[in-house]
């Protein structure tokens, strides 16, 4: 656990956690915690057992807010995809009035890519705080979205090129992927909602307005997984599709060598009589003649075939 004081985007490390129950004379407190110092900071903030619960749990969280009378419990979902994987990682904030508190359990980037915002825009209280974090979390999801739309594009162009079995493989489960992101970006994109049009006493007013940027962001980034999600149906056809052409593409190779055949066939079948009068059946240079007027019909069927594009 890491408790610092933040005062115009400045950090200051504080050695002993009591001293952030105390308002500060000037800037706020930022406890960067991981589930196990909740022990800790639940007597000391006086924080809902139902909300140290959400945050301990191991089952997956729905974003949220949830209003106590001195703080909001938050919960926002990062992402994070690995060209295989898509990793959601919930971010729990406990937002005060001189204080806010984000407990995670694994490390998530935004929290280490917010600092040099928070000293670039020198950062004075813990709601601007709340909102450039917001602001990246969901701005990740644009980055992650690129990265799954060029998987798709790939994933188009070696299907077009040479099918695989294991396209099906990737396509059910980038799809999966997908839908199992889209059931979170619907109360993620509520949760934004509320920080951007509830009354909400701990949020200033003016900086309240900023959220509805980031709200139109979550839109945009719902649209756009669900676009994802018509393509991986595209995708799925035009796998099946691939697969039915090529085995026209056999089918009809086999087609044309059985027809190219069934006149040798029928030549040999005639040589294989018993019979005496078969013209150059006695024939010193007969096996060659036959031999060559085969090889000559099955070579005038290839060209034939191959003029008219059916091989």
Same mark, same amino acid.
């Given at each position: 656990?890491?408790?610092?004081?933040?005062?115009?985007?400045?950090?200051?490390?504080?050695?002993?956690?009591?001293?952030?129950?105390?308002?500060?004379?000037?800037?706020?407190?930022?406890?960067?915690?991981?589930?196990?110092?909740?022990?800790?900071?639940?007597?000391?903030?006086?924080?809902?057992?139902?909300?140290?619960?959400?945050?301990?749990?191991?089952?997956?969280?729905?974003?949220?807010?949830?209003?106590? =009378?001195?703080?909001?419990?938050?919960?926002?979902?990062?992402?994070?995809?690995?060209?295989?994987?898509?990793?959601?990682?919930?971010?729990?904030?406990?937002?005060?009035?001189?204080?806010?508190?984000?407990?995670?359990?694994?490390?998530?980037?935004?929290?280490?890519?917010?600092?040099?915002?928070?000293?670039?825009?020198?950062?004075?209280?813990?709601?601007?705080?709340?909102?450039?974090?917001?602001?990246?979390?969901?701005?990740?999801?644009?980055?992650?979205?690129?990265?799954?739309?060029?998987?798709?594009?790939?994933?188009?162009?070696?299907?077009?090129?040479?099918?695989?079995?294991?396209?099906?493989?990737?396509?059910?489960?980038?799809?999966?992927?997908?839908?199992?992101?889209?059931?979170?970006?619907?109360?993620?994109?509520?949760?934004?909602?509320?920080?951007?049009?509830?009354?909400?006493?701990?949020?200033? =007013?003016?900086?309240?307005?900023?959220?509805? =940027?980031?709200?139109?962001?979550?839109?945009?980034?719902?649209?756009?997984?669900?676009?994802f999600r018509d393509l991986m149906g595209n995708l799925r056809e035009?796998?099946?599709?691939?697969?039915?052409?090529?085995?026209?593409?056999?089918?009809?190779?086999?087609?044309?060598?059985?027809?190219?055949?069934?006149?040798?066939?029928?030549?040999?079948?005639?040589?294989?009589?018993?019979?005496?009068?078969?013209?150059?059946?006695?024939?010193?240079?007969?096996?060659?003649?036959?031999?060559?007027?085969?090889?000559?019909?099955?070579?005038?069927?290839?060209?034939?075939?191959?003029?008219?594009?059916?091989?």
């Amino acid at each position: 656990m890491k408790v610092r004081l933040v005062r115009n985007g400045v950090f200051s490390l504080i050695d002993d956690v009591n001293l952030t129950v105390v308002p500060p004379e000037d800037g706020f407190y930022w406890i960067d915690a991981g589930t196990e110092d909740l022990e800790i900071l639940q007597p000391l903030f006086q924080l809902h057992e139902l909300a140290v619960e959400d945050s301990l749990s191991e089952e997956e969280q729905r974003p949220k807010i949830e209003i106590y =009378d001195t703080y909001y419990f938050i919960v926002i979902n990062s992402i994070r995809f690995d060209d295989e994987e898509i990793f959601l990682r919930a971010l729990n904030i406990f937002l005060g009035k001189h204080y806010i508190i984000t407990v995670t359990k694994q490390k998530i980037n935004e929290i280490r890519a917010v600092k040099p915002i928070l000293w670039e825009e020198e950062v004075h209280t813990p709601d601007r705080f709340l909102y450039h974090l917001v602001d990246l979390v969901v701005d990740n999801y644009f980055i992650v979205g690129d990265r799954i739309e060029a998987k798709i594009e790939k994933l188009e162009e070696d299907i077009l090129m040479n099918t695989k079995k294991s396209h099906l493989n990737e396509i059910i489960g980038l799809r999966s992927e997908i839908l199992w992101v889209k059931k979170v970006l619907g109360p993620q994109k509520d949760l934004i909602a509320t920080l951007n049009k509830k009354d909400l006493k701990l949020i200033n =007013d003016q900086l309240q307005k900023y959220f509805s =940027d980031i709200y139109e962001n979550a839109v945009k980034v719902s649209e756009s997984f669900d676009t994802f999600r018509d393509l991986m149906g595209n995708l799925r056809e035009a796998y099946q599709s691939s697969l039915a052409n090529r085995a026209n593409e056999i089918m009809r190779v086999f087609t044309a060598l059985t027809t190219i055949f069934m006149p040798l066939t029928f030549i040999t079948g005639i040589y294989g009589m018993n019979f005496e009068n078969i013209p150059l059946l006695h024939s010193p240079f007969g096996d060659l003649i036959v031999l060559g007027a085969m090889f000559l019909i099955g070579f005038a069927m290839l060209v034939f075939f191959k003029k008219k594009d059916w091989l």
